[in-house]
């Protein structure tokens, strides 16, 4: 199983990576990898957090080698990715559900007026 960064690079592998939530997806650099952490880092169940601006989406790596593509990812990198997909999506419609109470209780609040001086 090709999961080390040089053994991707000798197998010709195209890695991109991909955000669920916000959708960011782009080639990676695997010789720019391999510099700056080695050839032996294992890019198998490498799930970092994306970057994206405020993005609360977790990165998935995908290796093509002609037609195939494979997540670069076992059953247990799998389960990881699920519960923090998980975690964002309930985080993300709980502050939309706030936002829209916080609105609909603005609508309904009479304005303050201020108590007379003297």
Not at 5 to 14: F, K, N, S, W, Y
Not at 40 to 61: A, K, Q, V
Request: charged share 30%.
């Amino acid at each position: 199983m090709t999961d080390t960064v040089i053994q991707l690079i000798e197998t010709g592998a195209r890695v991109t990576r991909y955000c669920e939530t916000c959708k960011d997806h782009g080639e990676i650099d695997l010789e720019r990898i391999r510099r700056v952490r080695g050839d032996d880092f294992p890019m198998l169940d490498h799930l970092p957090l994306c970057t994206n601006g405020d993005c609360i989406g977790m990165i998935r790596f995908k290796a093509s080698l002609g037609m195939r593509s494979r997540w670069l990812m076992t059953a247990k990198g799998h389960e990881r990715f699920q519960r923090h997909s998980d975690w964002a999506f309930t985080t993300k419609n709980m502050a939309i559900k706030r936002q829209v109470q916080r609105e609909r209780r603005a609508k309904q609040s009479p304005p303050m007026r201020e108590a007379p001086r003297g």
